[in-house]
């Protein structure tokens, strides 16, 4: 009933393709060049001195901890563009369909960015961030050698190489057949090509939510391999489904600032995108709480010491940082309805969710290399520094740099992605529904 | 005889509600309604047997206040339900269980947003009866053979007797300038 009906055919060729002469266009190399001088500050950045200065394996573990820490954030927005684009086809979503070729460019770095985790299997390397893989301290530990079936570096590897695998397909032949049908001649074969998408969505669901569940389980919880969540990949999924909700807010309002999507992305749009953000904000601190709460109350020692090291000097500011910044400041200031509809507040609160993510990282991370630093610390009897790394945080040049190249990388697959091919999905069959979405 | 002259007289004194117009088309309604909103009439009300999209915003409606019912009554549930618990396990019966403080804020985290759920759902559907004066348990309108048809096939707008604006003859006129079927006056 509304007083305007908006039809496929009155969407301008230049809403739909990146406007050449906007940094746009240079997106991927913006963000190759990102990606070289960030790896380049991570991989050369010197050892600080101080704690570290006496020990070169020290601040490896350092900065290969940092590495850790930019490629799972990294990882997210490319797992975040997989399953909104599974759900989005799994449902049969209207609304999201004049955003979804965003959400399949991000979709499309999945598989790449995924092949940052090779050097961790490559010689050494790896010895740096999992314990579990030195073979000798394990023989001298009961609970690890229960373990050992599963964590091992063969067994590392071949789950590594299988989830390279499974990225790979889903997330290609998605994209693929997307673009594919931006070129279909007959609604027939738009209409296939939409079938064959329709077909794998449900297949996709499951290899998503097995291989990040265990992807989440191998890359972070094994940091500290005597602890376990069985919820710990929900964890990890509750944090990408909210980023990139958000990350689609950021990218939607500044194409728009450029000049692109006007009229095809409308505040209804945004509203839908805010009110994932919302909800996804209360699923996070749903999963998050349950996990904390249920290891406080059985308060066992093997369980509840991820938490212990947690909660000691700015390690529990952080913990704070996340509790706050994840759940009670995104939780008021995405309440009211017409702030959701406002693109100029969302964006900020976008910014705000996709930052947190990789703070939300960084705690998962970063206090496992801490935890062993001041343990192996207080075995060599340096009483001084056991303290100084189970209170304090260290941000180094690595973690900027690793932030920034893995930043770089996700831009610059994201960018080619987007830049060479249309900005929505033109020929799908639905796109006048979603056009003219509205929530009532 | 005096009977029926007796019931026209009372019927002449009769107070009236206001005036009903009947549409066959969600297109005709949402046209007379824009029709309506744009003369500054307050109080009407249209009636559809399903929802016609937009028609709120063709009515001129404003939102509604009933999110801030719900904010505060979801408030109120949280805010009671960790009260209570803080009451019960530290003054009422103070009982140390697995070794916990008697008063630890983990503990009530579920009990707390549950009442805060709880709350909030008894504010929006309470809320929304009280905002929509419902129960009623009498409408003039049902007095109105036609008015059947709202929940079957037709579309009805009652401009009120109490509206500010209202003047039989002009509201009455104003409503068969829209594409209206019928128009007709109802008795209080």
């Known amino acids: ?440 | 005889m005096a009977e029926p002259k007796q019931v026209s007289k009372q019927a002449s004194k009769q107070k009236k509600f206001g005036v009903l117009a009947e549409y066959d088309s969600a297109a005709a309604i949402f046209k007379a309604c824009e029709k309506v909103r744009d003369a500054g009439y307050k109080r009407w009300d249209s009636y559809t047997p399903f929802p016609v999209h937009n028609l709120d915003k063709a009515m001129g409606i404003k939102p509604s206040v009933l999110p801030w019912i719900v904010f505060a009554c979801g408030m109120t549930g949280a805010a009671s339900g960790l009260l209570l618990q803080w009451w019960s396990s530290t003054i009422a019966y103070p009982l140390v269980i697995a070794g916990k403080p008697l008063f630890s804020f983990q503990a009530n985290v579920p009990v707390t947003f549950e009442l805060g759920i709880l709350f909030s759902a008894f504010g929006a559907v309470f809320g929304m009866l009280g905002l929509n004066k419902l129960p009623q348990l009498y409408h003039p309108l049902f007095n109105i053979a036609r008015f059947a048809r709202a929940t079957d096939d037709r579309f009805f707008i009652a401009i009120e007797a109490s509206d500010p604006k209202y003047d039989l003859e002009k509201t009455r006129k104003l409503l068969e300038e829209t594409a209206a079927v019928a128009v007709e006056e109802v008795d209080d």
């Not at chain 1, 039809?7 to 002469?21: C, G, L, N, P, T």
């Open chain 1, 1 to 440: 009933m509304s007083a305007h009906h908006k039809k496929v055919s009155d969407i301008e060729d230049k809403q739909i393709q990146i406007d050449k002469a906007s940094l746009w266009a240079k997106l991927p190399i913006i963000g190759a060049v990102l990606a070289v001088a960030g790896f380049a500050l991570g991989y050369f950045s010197p050892s600080p001195g101080g704690v570290f200065a006496e020990d070169a394996h020290l601040w490896h573990a350092k900065q290969w901890t940092a590495y850790l820490n930019g490629f799972m954030f990294a990882l997210s927005l490319g797992f975040g563009g997989m399953i909104f684009v599974i759900i989005q086809h799994l449902v049969r979503a209207n609304w999201s369909i004049v955003v979804r070729r965003l959400a399949e460019n991000a979709m499309f770095t999945l598989p790449f960015v995924a092949l940052g985790g090779l050097p961790l299997l490559m010689g050494d390397t790896g010895k740096n961030v999992f314990e579990w893989m030195h073979v000798e301290e394990m023989l001298h530990d009961p609970m690890l050698q229960a373990k050992a079936a599963y964590l091992n570096t063969d067994a590392f590897a071949a789950r590594f190489a299988l989830y390279l695998f499974l990225w790979g397909v889903v997330c290609l032949l998605f994209w693929k057949w997307s673009r594919a049908q931006d070129n279909a001649k007959t609604t027939e074969e738009a209409d296939a090509l939409s079938y064959k998408q329709r077909f794998l969505a449900p297949i996709g669901l499951v290899v998503f939510a097995l291989s990040m569940t265990f992807g989440a389980f191998d890359f972070m919880m094994s940091l500290d391999p005597h602890w376990f969540s069985t919820i710990f990949g929900v964890y990890y999924f509750a944090g990408i489904a909210l980023t990139f909700h958000a990350f689609l807010v950021i990218v939607c309002f500044f194409l728009q600032r450029g000049g692109m999507l006007q009229g095809v992305v409308t505040p209804e749009h945004y509203h839908d995108l805010g009110k994932f953000m919302f909800g996804f904000t209360v699923f996070w601190t749903y999963i998050g709480f349950s996990q904390y709460f249920l290891i406080w109350y059985a308060n066992i020692p093997e369980e509840t010491d991820w938490f212990q090291y947690r909660a000691h000097g700015q390690w529990l500011s952080l913990s704070m940082l996340v509790i706050f910044g994840r759940f009670v400041l995104p939780f008021f200031l995405l309440l009211r309805r017409g702030w959701k509809r406002n693109p100029n507040y969302l964006v900020w609160m976008a910014f705000f969710v996709v930052g947190m993510q990789f703070i939300d990282m960084f705690w998962l991370i970063q206090p496992p290399f801490a935890h062993h630093a001041a343990s192996a610390a207080h075995k060599a009897g340096a009483v001084e520094v056991a303290e100084y790394f189970h209170n304090s945080i260290t941000l180094t040049g690595a973690d900027f740099g690793y932030f920034i190249g893995f930043v770089g990388l996700f831009l610059a697959l994201f960018g080619w992605s987007l830049t060479t091919s249309k900005l929505v999905a033109i020929k799908d069959p639905r796109l006048e529904e979603s056009l003219n979405h509205e929530n009532f």
